[in-house]
């Protein structure tokens, strides 16, 4: 004969907080740059899409030497704008400093298009060079999605 206490015994739940508990989301990852949020400490990425695409941002944004113990982490781009003559040669060496990141650190990134432009007014020494990429993930089902940083020139 078995003896069960009433207190072991659990609540039955409502169709209502079923549905919540069964469409509650998991994050894959903090939104940068961090900002607060209600549900979480920092706002978080709920979908694989979503991360990538800030993961290849903060990637093509970190020069090396700026990720404590990975010092070759990054594309090293802000170094090019220091050293800015042309667009031509800067799309060169960009583009090589892309790939080669993106193959160390993201491989599972197809890069497919590349273009460059500078938003320069006049008598202004400083310009905004705008550059856009754009991506595939097969794996994930990402298809053509776009990318665009901005950095300061002189």
Same mark, same amino acid.
């Given at each position: 004969?078995?003896?069960?206490?009433?207190?072991?015994?659990?609540?039955?739940?409502?169709?209502?907080?079923?549905?919540?508990?069964?469409?509650?989301?998991?994050?894959?990852?903090?939104?940068?740059?961090?900002?607060?949020?209600?549900?979480?400490?920092?706002?978080?990425?709920?979908?694989?899409?979503?991360?990538?695409?800030?993961?290849?941002?903060?990637?093509?944004?970190?020069? #090396?030497?700026?990720?404590?113990?990975?010092?070759?982490?990054?594309?090293?781009?802000?170094?090019?704008?220091?050293?800015?003559?042309?667009?031509?040669?800067?799309?060169?060496?960009?583009?090589?400093?892309?790939?080669?990141?993106?193959?160390? #650190?993201?491989?599972?990134?197809?890069?497919?298009?590349?273009?460059?432009?500078?938003?320069?007014?006049?008598?202004?020494?400083?310009?905004?060079?705008?550059?856009?990429?754009?991506?595939?993930?097969?794996?994930?089902?990402?298809?053509?999605?776009?990318?665009?940083?901005?950095?300061?020139?002189?």
């Amino acid at each position: 004969m078995s003896v069960y206490k009433f207190k072991s015994v659990g609540k039955t739940a409502s169709i209502e907080q079923i549905e919540a508990i069964q469409t509650a989301q998991t994050p894959f990852g903090i939104k940068t740059p961090l900002r607060l949020d209600d549900k979480n400490i920092f706002a978080m990425h709920y979908n694989v899409s979503d991360q990538i695409h800030d993961n290849l941002r903060n990637l093509l944004l970190t020069n #090396w030497g700026e990720r404590l113990g990975l010092y070759d982490f990054g594309a090293n781009l802000r170094e090019l704008t220091s050293e800015f003559t042309t667009l031509g040669s800067f799309d060169d060496e960009a583009i090589t400093r892309i790939k080669n990141a993106v193959s160390k #650190w993201m491989p599972f990134i197809n890069l497919k298009n590349f273009s460059s432009s500078i938003d320069r007014e006049e008598n202004q020494d400083v310009g905004i060079l705008k550059i856009n990429i754009t991506y595939d993930v097969p794996r994930v089902g990402i298809r053509n999605r776009a990318l665009q940083i901005s950095m300061y020139v002189t």
